[in-house]
């Protein structure tokens, strides 16, 4: 392989590519010989690093159907290189960290790093890998490091090949969980007479039932899709994903269970599901852990770009300061560390897709422990009669919200079309009496509506490396939307650059409603004559 088909495996702070011959037109990018040889490149890195002349890497992989084959070419990396590898088999993306910060686990198995073989969510024949040292998840330019060295440098054979040996840390890492809600709450079986299911989506997520709830007393019956199975096929393991939310939440309904909670395939992001079968998602879930956090000491929430008007009253209300930083997890993450490093409080970094670390775990994003803290409140509020849901039960939600991703045409330079847009709409919001640009934006242009032409807001934003413009539209007022889209449309139809399919298919779906509406009017008052 070429430098630029390694760095092309490069997607942000991760490795990503596709790793079987399973789908027509998508060709093997992440072969076994890559992974060999980025294997080789870690420890380089890890080596470069520490100061040491031989480390020990730990190695995981979620139920993909492709990750025993290359968890065999990481170790078969490292060990060539005389360095030693401890094969920790099913296991999620947050453990594998949780491992190098465990100190009995390091007392008898230190190592100096991790990779993760995981794709999250993506398609079952995707796969890809993370990295750890002990200091937290790789940046995107220790990677782009990595993957240059995996292309361009020469390996020298030891004299000495490293060692192989097998551990599983994942129950290890479930009890810690446990014994963090003990700690709590102070009983051994918090949840007791409590129902919690959960939706692994036959991802790495299954544990949770077994290993978390059921030592805690919860009754975990009506939980589904727990046995891995790199096929995934009953639905994709995302908590975006509206198959797998509308599943969990029919689940938590049919069971009749107080909480639902639902794991991506690697189980670093979650969601959840309510007594009542409504998603604790997106806004909602981190108004959830903000009002959790914020109860025991005000501070800053770090949320992504696109978070609700909503949001940012609620967490002012209850003390805090919400900060709006840029999309990508290791953003809202990094600008955490910033501002308590300058000394100022920031308890939690969390996106909208369910990533959510916090300060007290390392900044490490980690659903199950997102959903351990949760059961900690849900134990406590039941005592006093209340529900999760009523801890958030003042967040105001927009009455509609819809989001587009815009495609450049093909070929076109998407990054500097796009970077000349945004500054162009940057210009057009000041100009407009109806509009306002937000005071605070670290991200694209985020647009506010007065109550006459929208009541609401936009943002445009660029992707970091797919040539799609998305924007985000919301309204606190049925029928708001479609003024935005309108006046969103008026400014952006003047790019012939961009597809402007999926505006004009929402602008024409909204007039044949308002058709059929006029329709069912008239039929009504004709009744009625």
Not at 87 to 110: H, I, R
Not at 279 to 301: C, H, M, Y
Not at 309 to 315: A, D, R, S, V, W
Not at 367 to 395: C, F, M, P, Q
Request: aromatic share 8%; proline share 3%; net charge negative.
């Amino acid at each position: 392989m070429t430098l630029e088909q390694y760095l092309a495996l490069r997607n942000g702070s991760d490795v990503r590519g596709v790793a079987c011959a399973s789908v027509e037109g998508e060709t093997v990018t992440l072969t076994e010989e890559a992974v060999e040889n980025i294997a080789k490149a870690f420890c380089v890195w890890l080596v470069s690093h520490t100061g040491k002349t031989q480390v020990t890497i730990a190695v995981g992989y979620d139920s993909r159907i492709t990750a025993p084959a290359l968890c065999d070419a990481v170790v078969k990396g490292v060990v060539s290189t005389g360095h030693n590898a401890i094969v920790t088999g099913l296991s999620t993306t947050p453990s594998m960290f949780a491992l190098l910060k465990d100190e009995s686990w390091q007392a008898e198995n230190y190592c100096h790093g991790s990779i993760m073989i995981t794709a999250s969510h993506l398609p079952f024949n995707r796969n890809g890998l993370k990295f750890f040292s002990c200091n937290g998840g790789l940046e995107s330019s220790d990677v782009k490091e990595i993957l240059t060295l995996a292309s361009t440098y020469r390996f020298a054979e030891p004299t000495i090949r490293g060692a192989q040996t097998k551990r599983r840390y994942l129950d290890d890492y479930a009890l810690n969980l446990v014994e963090k809600v003990r700690l709590a709450t102070g009983e051994d079986a918090p949840l007791a007479g409590k129902k919690i299911i959960v939706d692994a989506g036959n991802g790495a997520g299954g544990f949770f039932a077994e290993k978390v709830l059921v030592p805690l007393g919860a009754d975990t019956s009506g939980s589904q899709f727990l046995e891995p199975d790199g096929n995934f096929p009953n639905h994709i393991p995302n908590p975006e994903n509206a198959e797998a939310m509308r599943s969990i939440c029919n689940a938590v309904k049919a069971s009749k269970a107080d909480l639902g909670i639902i794991f991506d395939t690697d189980v670093d992001r979650a969601g959840a599901v309510d007594c009542n079968g409504e998603e604790i998602n997106r806004n909602r879930l981190i108004a959830l852990i903000s009002a959790v956090l914020l109860a025991e000491k005000t501070g800053t929430i770090v949320t992504d770009s696109v978070t609700s008007e909503g949001l940012t009253k609620f967490i002012k209300e209850k003390g805090g300061k919400h900060l709006r930083f840029k999309r990508g997890y290791k953003n809202v993450i990094n600008e955490a560390i910033r501002l308590n490093a300058q000394g100022e409080y920031a308890p939690l970094a969390i996106e909208t897709s369910g990533h959510a670390a916090l300060m007290e775990n390392y900044f490490l994003d980690d659903g199950a422990y997102l959903i351990t803290r949760l059961l900690i409140s849900l134990a406590k509020e039941s005592k006093a009669g209340r529900t999760l849901s009523d801890l958030i039960k003042d967040l105001e939600m927009p009455a509609e919200e819809t989001e587009f991703r815009l495609k450049f045409k093909q070929g076109c330079d998407f990054k500097t079309l796009g970077t000349k847009l945004i500054q162009d709409f940057a210009s057009y919001a000041k100009s407009l009496y109806y509009a306002k640009p937000a005071e605070e934006n670290f991200e694209g242009v985020r647009l506010l509506y007065d109550e006459t032409h929208g009541n609401g807001w936009a943002l445009i934003r660029q992707s970091l490396h797919d040539p799609v413009l998305p924007i985000n539209v919301e309204s606190n007022v049925v029928g708001g939307t479609i003024k935005i889209v309108k006046d969103l449309y008026y400014f952006l139809k003047k790019y012939d650059f961009l597809l402007l399919t999926p505006f004009e298919e929402y602008i024409q779906s909204w007039r044949t409603q308002k058709m059929e509406e006029v329709k069912a009017s008239n039929a009504i008052n004709n009744l009625l004559r």
